[in-house]
């Protein structure tokens, strides 16, 4: 998937598109499991790498420590899922079946 820097975070905030962030610490355990899980659900939505209809992407609270403190991002992995531009938590599980489910039901 792909990881925000400031800027590319403030455009999709503003782009009033469907999508998910993973706000991630990469020293954490938790972290680095759903990693392989993410990095396949993006694959999956968006094959050819192109986020036109859904976004999957990460933020880095090691390397964008500013961005998760702005998003209240009190632990790691948190997930949170954009419709319209509207942010909610994401509170469902982390399997890959159940996050591409959720995102072909809810944002697609």
């Not at 925000?4 to 999508?19: C, H, M, P, Q």
């Not at 050819?48 to 964008?64: L, Q, T």
């Not at 420590?65 to 419709?83: F, M, N, P, Q, V």
Request: net charge negative.
């Amino acid at each position: 998937s792909i990881e925000l820097d400031r800027e590319t975070y403030d455009l999709v905030l503003n782009s009033e598109k469907n999508g998910m962030i993973k706000y991630f610490q990469p020293w954490c355990a938790h972290s680095i499991c759903v990693g392989p899980i993410w990095d396949a659900l993006a694959e999956a939505v968006n094959p050819d790498g192109d986020s036109s209809s859904v976004f999957i992407y990460d933020v880095s609270c090691a390397d964008y420590e500013d961005i998760c403190k702005e998003a209240g991002i009190l632990a790691y992995s948190t997930i949170r899922y954009y419709i319209k531009g509207t942010e909610h938590d994401c509170s469902g599980g982390l399997s890959f079946e159940t996050l591409k489910e959720f995102v072909k039901d809810n944002l697609m």
